[in-house]
């Protein structure tokens, strides 16, 4: 009898811890308060790697080529940029070579900083740490819709230029509300009909908009990352007037 107690006891702990953890994963994604959309993140982070893996990351390296271009195709800018990221606390490097010029942009002990050909520029923090949150926001995708404070809602379908029928999730950001928001921006992400990966997204910023078009991808420790993306300016109609930006990434590594 004793041995059969303690056999049900061992049973009933395994059942609760179990149930312990899956409840910690279902409650990241209930911050979401609309059902479609909160189904649709699941499976795209499912897709991308799963959100346990991805957090599990301890370091993040790429390079990422992008040019930035004039109406008529010419290049305004050009960059060459080599990315380290160490996790926990989050320790950020981010090499880039700019028109002949190398910046170095840097969070190390929760200190920002940045090196214009090894010298000390002045710049506002407030720039540095949107640099900062930029970069590691748009390598995040699709986890980064988990943030805290972030509202999300499903936006409807969407037929695309290429005839590929998409779901659309408007992602908005407060940081009036939120300090781990930077920016007061609106997203709008495409949402693949069958893989749920992340075809697409349509951002406001400012006086303007763009389109950005996930062109292909690549899958490195499990994880699902861009590899070659495409920028659109749009009217204020809402069509496409030029390419603004060709995106490039390349050599990741990740360190679990």
């Not at 308060?33 to 649709?40: K, L, M, P, Q, V």
């Not at 509202?151 to 659309?168: A, P, Q, R, S």
Request: charged share 30%.
């Amino acid at each position: 009898m004793k041995n059969y107690i303690l056999w049900s006891l061992w049973i009933f702990l395994v059942i609760s811890i179990g149930c312990t953890q899956e409840s910690k994963v279902v409650d990241r994604y209930e911050q979401i308060s609309d059902s479609i959309a909160r189904d649709i993140i699941k499976a795209s982070i499912s897709h991308a790697g799963g959100i346990e893996k991805w957090e599990s990351i301890k370091q993040l390296n790429y390079t990422k080529d992008f040019s930035l271009l004039l109406p008529d195709g010419k290049v305004e800018r050009s960059f060459e940029q080599v990315h380290e990221y160490h996790y926990e606390p989050l320790d950020l490097l981010i090499m880039s070579k700019e028109n002949g010029d190398m910046i170095q942009t840097q969070l190390k002990d929760g200190k920002y900083s940045r090196l214009k050909n090894g010298e000390p520029m002045d710049i506002k923090k407030e720039a540095l740490v949107k640099a900062v949150n930029t970069s590691t926001y748009v390598i995040g995708m699709p986890f980064k819709l988990l943030d805290p404070g972030v509202e999300i809602v499903y936006d409807g379908e969407l037929l695309l230029e290429n005839n590929n029928l998409v779901d659309v999730i408007e992602v908005s950001y407060d940081p009036g509300k939120n300090k781990n928001h930077s920016t007061a921006d609106v997203w709008k992400y495409y949402f693949d009909k069958d893989d749920r990966k992340i075809v697409g997204n349509w951002v406001q910023t400012g006086d303007h908009a763009n389109i950005i078009e996930n062109l292909t991808y690549e899958r490195v420790g499990g994880i699902l990352f861009n590899k070659k993306r495409k920028s659109w300016r749009l009217d204020s109609l809402g069509k496409k007037t030029h390419v603004r930006a060709d995106y490039d990434y390349n050599n990741y590594e990740v360190k679990f």
